[in-house]
């Protein structure tokens, strides 16, 4: 689990920890061993003793500011986010050292709390560093009036929204312990790259109070009570402008641009996100807080359209100014592969998330991702990517209910970013869904010079000779089954039904060749793939140990060495992949294998391949892809299991088939007779420097499934993990349960008899009666 590792502070608050979803576990555990009647006194007593503490002044106070006539005090709390693994510390140094000086100021008073979240500090790499770099940071604040609390997150980061989160409940407990009214906070976030620059706390706290939570549609706006927020005024390293003007970029991506001559600075979040300021029950009162939204950007556009559609807006304070450490990244559309990406650009998933929940209504989703491809090479499947993410966060409802109570994304158009950009894109888009209904060319086979490949491999034909070469696309023009079925209410369905679904990949996804690997008395499973799943393959090979052509039933007989039994199914599988790559290796895109039990939905493959995460490193690194399983529990012999099958895209086929032949070092085990293929697969890979990549979404749902559909459905984790293979195996990845274990487009599933192929393909395809 992560955890908060948070040290006694001058406040005497125990530890707080969480899970790795975020949620609290415990609050404060109990003294180890108490004396009952002591303990009784001192609840007692507590009244009295607190009475004597607050009115001698003893103890820690926290940081007050006076905003007004009447009296009132408000307490500022700042949080910033700093990934753990990132080596530069000394930016986050200067910017607890620069809230620290510019928020000294006797006319307001001098006490705050500082909270810096160091996220992702793993445990074998730098939580050394980082407990001292937390040591550190606490001293800067060893005085009565400052509170520094940093909050360590164990494990993979998790994000600027979800450490957020994380503080800021850390926060509402403190004050609740300290008797403080959640209204009478001021919340400052700030980059742990940047320097605040004047006595910011006059100017933003008027800026706060300017607009006492009034509604512009009160009626519209009955479910939120959102003040605004007061962003300070950037300015750049060497540069003496300020960016000031507020607008909105199509493409969302929010980084501060630069425009003509550099005297005009925009700031294209909506939200100048260098340091942002608010009443604490703003924040806590957002309608939208999605915690997949990892990078600071995408986060603060998340906050700005909350504020802007349900709530007074944002205001650029002139007077309160925050110098960036880092010289602005530049508007790269392209650099957008990854679900996380620190304080970067919002990525494409981010946007996609963005768009299902702020822009379901009119053309701008459309407009927002043509957009941001416009100027990609994988333009479409970067479109469809983000159109694909859109849809799942609008099927889930998790923030449209919430987000329908707020103002619409036309009157945001219409009112706060009216730009003529929005018609341009428009006319774009109109062009781009012309040109796309013209026939299409298969620009994927391209007629190249291939090198001569040396063969080592053969096979033999019905009558046992030589040189036989099987024709793989023999299955391409026999129909799969359409009959209705009967389909009983198992497990099995619920899971096909309720969570699993079935994609719809685009004409020009990649083209997968299917290898499934059997022997001669299996033959009678294999109508029950060739019936099924087995046409949506574009090129389709059953390896056996007997040549034969039947009705349903197409088989080869690879030679390879050592006999034909079950401890030897690596020589077999090691010769399939090799006369493979000897025959078919031009004609296709990516190569997917297992045995006569997987059930294999081709359909959901294809959109997986064709998604951005993938077509935007295919082309520079071998891709070995299934479930990752730990050999033993051994995070060190990571590999992909054979049950659900792995694929591969053409580099790794081609690092495969060549290093298993061709090494002289025999590191690949050419000689080695073992059934554990997969393990054996994955070793040869590894000594390559390629590991199983993690397939897993963006949910952490699975997509290779090792079991049937119901038994992932059913599946929990035994009182003693230790003594369960399948736990000890997928201990180090975050296992989840039930529904949540399948992706909602998962690729494969094991242990799949005829009658349940036949019977999940129905499922799958609507045939049930």
């Not at 080596?87 to 709390?113: C, P, Y």
Request: aromatic share 10%; hydrophobic share 35%.
């Amino acid at each position: 689990h992560a955890q908060y590792v948070v040290s006694q502070t001058k406040t005497q608050m125990t530890n707080i920890t969480y899970n790795r979803n975020g949620y609290r576990r415990h609050n404060r555990p109990g003294p180890a061993n108490p004396i009952k009647v002591f303990s009784f006194i001192a609840v007692l007593l507590w009244p009295v003793i607190y009475f004597f503490i607050t009115s001698n002044n003893a103890g820690v106070r926290v940081a007050s500011v006076r905003h007004d006539n009447s009296g009132a005090r408000t307490k500022l709390a700042f949080v910033l986010h700093h990934d753990a693994s990132d080596n530069n510390n000394n930016f986050l140094i200067q910017a607890v050292q620069s809230i620290l000086d510019t928020t000294k100021n006797d006319e307001f008073g001098e006490t705050m709390v500082i909270l810096p979240v160091l996220d992702g500090a793993k445990e074998d790499e730098n939580l050394h560093a980082t407990k001292g770099l937390a040591q550190q940071l606490r001293e800067m604040g060893d005085h009565d009036d400052v509170i520094i609390q940093p909050l360590i997150h164990h494990d993979k980061p998790i994000g600027v929204t979800r450490t957020r989160l994380m503080a800021t409940e850390y926060l509402s407990t403190m004050a609740k312990e300290m008797n403080i009214n959640p209204a009478d906070i001021c919340l400052v976030l700030v980059r742990d790259d940047v320097v605040l620059q004047s006595h910011w706390t006059e100017p933003v706290l008027e800026a706060l109070h300017l607009y006492s939570a009034t509604m512009a549609n009160p009626d519209a706006l009955n479910a939120s009570r959102l003040s605004n927020i007061a962003s300070f005024a950037v300015q750049f390293p060497d540069s003496d402008h300020l960016g000031m003007n507020v607008e909105y970029n199509l493409a969302l991506d929010p980084q501060w641009k630069q425009q003509g001559d550099k005297t005009k600075l925009v700031l294209s979040a909506g939200l100048a996100g260098a340091a942002s300021a608010m009443r604490f029950r703003t924040f806590l009162d957002l309608v939208v807080q999605d915690q997949m939204l990892y990078s600071a950007s995408s986060a603060d556009l998340n906050m700005a359209l909350n504020v802007w559609l349900c709530g007074d807006g944002v205001d650029v304070v002139s007077d309160a100014r925050a110098l960036l450490l880092r010289s602005p990244a530049s508007s790269n559309h392209n650099d957008t592969t990854n679900t996380k990406n620190g304080n970067g650009s919002v990525t494409d998933f981010e946007a996609g998330r963005i768009a299902g929940t702020w822009m379901t209504d009119g053309p701008y989703s459309a407009m927002l991702f043509h957009a941001r491809s416009s100027a990609s090479s994988s333009s479409s499947s970067r479109a469809l990517y983000m159109q694909s993410v859109m849809e799942d966060v609008m099927e889930r409802r998790r923030y449209q209910d919430d987000a329908d109570r707020c103002r619409s994304f036309d009157h945001f158009i219409d009112h706060i970013n009216a730009s003529p950009d929005w018609a341009n894109i428009a006319m774009q888009l109109e062009e781009l869904e012309d040109n796309e209904k013209t026939e299409r060319t298969d620009e994927n086979v391209t007629q190249k010079n291939v090198k001569a490949i040396k063969r080592y491999t053969d096979a033999t034909d019905e009558n046992g000779n030589l040189g036989f070469v099987y024709n793989e696309k023999w299955l391409r023009n026999e129909p799969s089954i359409s009959d209705k079925m009967k389909c009983p209410q198992t497990t099995h369905k619920r899971m096909l039904t309720e969570k699993v679904q079935l994609a719809k990949p685009s004409p020009k996804a990649p083209k997968i060749f299917c290898v499934v690997y059997t022997i001669e008395k299996a033959h009678h499973k294999i109508p029950g793939i060739t019936s099924t799943w087995g046409p949506k393959c574009d090129g389709f090979l059953v390896a056996s140990t007997k040549t034969v052509t039947e009705p349903g039933i197409h088989t080869v007989n690879i030679v390879h060495e050592g006999p034909e039994e079950y401890n030897n199914i690596w020589q077999k599988v090691r010769s399939i992949w090799r006369y493979v790559y000897e025959n078919y290796f031009d004609e296709y895109d990516y190569f997917h294998i297992g045995g006569d039990d997987l059930f294999l939905i081709p359909e959901n493959l294809k959109y997986y391949l064709e998604s951005h995460e993938i077509t935007s490193i295919t082309d520079k690194q071998p891709l070995f892809m299934g479930r990752r399983f730990a050999e033993q529990g051994n995070t060190k012999r990571i590999f992909n299991s054979g049950g659900s099958g792995y694929t591969m895209n053409k580099l790794a086929m081609e690092l495969l088939a060549t290093q298993m032949y061709e090494r002289d070092d025999r590191l690949c085990a050419p000689k080695a007779h073992t059934f554990a293929e997969d393990v054996m697969v994955a070793s040869c890979f590894r000594v390559n420097k390629i590991f199983p990549y993690d397939t897993r979404d963006e949910f952490g749902s699975e997509r290779y499934m090792p079991f049937m559909p119901g038994h992932h459905l059913t599946y929990q984790a035994p009182k003693n993990p230790g003594n369960d293979w399948y736990m000890n195996y997928m201990g180090p990845f975050d296992l989840k349960f039930g529904l949540d274990h399948c992706s909602k487009y998962s690729v494969a599933f094991h242990y799949v008899q005829p009658d349940d192929m036949r019977l999940f393909y129905g499922m799958m395809h609507g045939l049930c009666q």
